[in-house]
């Protein structure tokens, strides 16, 4: 399950994504294979993308196959992974901030139980784009890259 949109500031433009997994489907090739498609459409076509989401894989956790796949398949896009505290409430890193490897994210921080999980803050340092002609997504373009998702 997801939800994705476009954003504009005096600086430029960026997606967020936002994306939830249940912990209760079990992870299969299938969704890192879409998971992938979706990364090579916005990650390789927009400047700045931002994805927080509960992928309801445990990346503190260095002897999980998932998570090493999961690291391995950020990697690959030129993607980083922020969180490096649990904001949920079983103490696992699964809430995640996810952008590319040059993008600055400052003042993260995880804020008290609101449910299971905790609010996520960070801010994001927008560069002033040089380019003017940037990938501008319509939403029934955002709609078609996350159908399959």
Known sequence: MCVCGFATTDDGHFILLGIYRPGSQALSVASYEKFSAVLERLVVQSSLVVICSDFNIHVDQSDD????????????????????????????????????????????????MVSDHA???????????????????????????????
């Open 65 to 112: 196959t998932y998570a090493e796949q999961f690291g391995q398949l950020l990697q690959s896009f030129g993607l980083a992974q922020y969180m490096k505290e649990p904001a949920h409430a079983v103490e696992h890193t699964s809430d995640l901030v996810i952008t590319k490897n040059d993008t600055e994210i400052t003042n993260l921080h995880v804020s008290d």
């Open 119 to 149: 609010p996520v803050q960070f801010s994001l340092t927008m560069k002033r784009s040089i380019n003017s002609t940037q990938w501008r997504p319509s939403p029934s373009t955002l709609t078609h890259l996350l159908t399959s998702f």
